[in-house]
């Protein structure tokens, strides 16, 4: 019997032209879809037609051609909201993650969050959702705080209910899923502690709306944040909250589109979502992203998560025939995303990728923007092969082989 | 045999020369390549203008390693003021082979290093 993930995904790296290229004679193995994934023609084609077709300014044109292109801008928003189970109208389009979690830090941050508060974040947060409340704390005179990582390269929700417990955190701020370890936090559960304990919750889902489904009803925290760049989109960002919180907050950036009236002193605010949209929004890619989620919908996200999953399970399978090798991340495939990070004794990883790239085999080395991270895991910087719908197990085989072939090269 | 990774840039990260500490040292500076997160700290010994003596710590990539020990027997030796007249093309040469763009910070993370230790300019070397 074929394994689970060659039945269903079948034929869906033809639709990634990227991914016909050849280096050294090689056809290209992309194992680097946590740092960005590929896009489909489906997604190129469609940002090619609205460019080509329906252009104009968004929101402003009273001529057909710009009813088009807002239209369209509308519906790839509407889409993406109904996709991720949110209200469009508190579905604001960012230019990525890192925007979308800045705009938190300082529309709700410098607003609620004061000296002697707390903002808790965890050891395994990308920089994005770091050093945005690292500036709110220094600003405010508030301190951030962070779980830490248990021998399962997880969270504990004990640890968390103990530093809620002590009255002071204001904000919760944790990745869904890890883009280092692919831990998949409890985030449903942690929002709920966060609420009960009188704090607010912010969801990073940069690496977990792409590889599975999504329901943020279901999860329920009060702000969370992504990318469409990882999602086989181009590189917009969406920031999901709650109306109330929304409603409440001030802007973050001002200028044209977020008002309402501009007098000589002040200005009143334009209705969610614009009030956080200033300035001409990114409709191009905006209508791309609409396409990418489309596709990945039409793919079914339970199928591209069993998927991910199988490259996991093939990948972690696999990798320790490699000798000296050391795999960082949760060993139970529940509670893990399509991504292993590793190390091998003896050679660092960015002479790892190096000579991966010798096999056109593609596959990070450095920190991956987690610094913190990899000061917990004892190491400056690992290797990491990530896994998107158009991988194979046949590429997990091939990284296995240019892992062999490297320790061969360095004589180990 | 590799292009990039032959056999005396292994020897080199095996067996870095010049690596540990000197106490009591004269300069001494430490700084990390950004992108990868290496990092590289040097201490310094100067008697009469010149580099005493040398050593390297950090971790790094065969590459930054390499570059840390072949070059440390050139530097010492040397004046002190001669070090901030070295530059990118010093270090390749040293190193002899074929450096692309994306590996050249690894090359030059030690003389940038060397000369944050001896002018306090800690800009990556041209």
């Known amino acids: 019997m074929a394994p689970v993930a060659d039945k269903p995904l079948v034929n869906v790296r033809a639709d990634f032209p990227v991914l016909e290229r050849e280096f050294g004679g090689k056809r290209v193995a992309y194992l680097d879809s946590a740092a960005t994934s590929q896009r489909p023609k489906q997604v190129i084609e469609a940002m090619d037609r609205f460019q080509s077709e329906s252009y104009a300014p968004i929101h402003r044109g009273v001529y057909e051609l710009a009813r088009e292109s807002t239209d369209a801008f509308e519906a790839a928003r509407t889409r993406i909201a109904s996709f991720v189970n949110w209200d469009p109208a508190c579905s604001i389009f960012t230019r990525n993650a890192t925007e979308a979690i800045n705009l938190v830090a300082y529309a709700w941050g410098r607003e609620h969050v004061g000296e002697g508060d707390e903002v808790l974040i965890s050891e395994m947060e990308h920089h994005s959702n770091i050093v945005p409340w690292q500036i709110l704390c220094e600003e405010t005179g508030a301190k951030l705080r962070y779980l830490t990582l248990t021998d399962s390269h997880e969270l504990s929700l004990d640890e968390l209910d103990s530093v809620l417990a002590e009255g002071r955190v204001k904000l919760v701020a944790v990745a869904h899923v890890s883009n280092v370890l692919g831990t998949i936090n409890p985030v449903a559960e942690i929002a709920r502690r966060a609420r009960a304990a009188g704090a607010v919750s912010l969801v990073d889902g940069s690496q977990a709306v792409p590889q599975m489904p999504v329901d943020l009803s279901e999860i329920d925290a009060d702000f969370y944040a992504w990318t469409g760049h990882k999602a086989l989109g181009p590189t917009i960002g969406l920031l999901h909250g709650r109306r109330e919180l929304l409603s409440a907050m001030r802007p973050f950036l001002g200028g044209g589109h977020m008002i309402s009236r501009v007098e000589r002193e002040r200005s009143t605010w334009n209705e969610l979502p614009y009030k956080f949209e200033a300035g001409t929004s990114a409709a191009t890619e905006a209508v791309g992203l609409g396409a990418a989620i489309e596709y990945l919908d039409a793919l079914g996200m339970d199928r591209v998560r069993a998927h991910e999953r199988d490259l996991t399970a093939y990948a972690l399978e696999r990798l320790p025939e490699v000798e000296g090798i050391t795999l960082f991340g949760p060993p139970d495939l529940d509670h893990r995303g399509g991504v292993v990070a590793f190390a091998i004794e003896g050679m660092h990883p960015h002479d790892i990728a190096e000579l991966c790239d010798r096999e056109a085999v593609c596959v990070r080395a450095g920190h991956h923007c987690a610094q913190p991270l990899m000061r917990c895991l004892g190491v400056g910087a690992t290797a990491r092969a990530s896994f998107h719908v158009y991988n194979s197990r046949d590429e997990v085989d091939r990284l296995v082989d240019a892992l062999a072939k490297a320790r061969e090269v360095f004589e180990l | ?126």
């Open chain 2, 1 to 126: 045999m590799d292009a990039l990774y032959r056999d005396f840039i292994l020897d080199h990260y095996k067996n870095p020369r010049n690596f540990g500490e000197l106490s009591p040292h004269d300069l001494d500076f430490h700084d990390h390549n950004p992108l990868c997160g290496d990092e590289l700290g040097v201490h310094i010994v100067v008697e009469d203008g010149k580099v005493k003596d040398l050593r390297f710590h950090g971790q790094g990539c065969a590459i930054s390693q390499a570059a840390a020990s072949i070059t440390s027997d050139e530097l010492i030796g040397m004046p002190v003021e001669e070090i901030q007249e070295l530059g990118a093309d010093w270090v390749i040469e040293q190193l002899g082979i074929d450096i692309s763009p994306t590996r050249r910070k690894c090359a030059l993370l030690s003389l940038k290093v060397m000369r944050g230790a001896t002018t306090g300019d800690a800009s990556w070397p041209e």
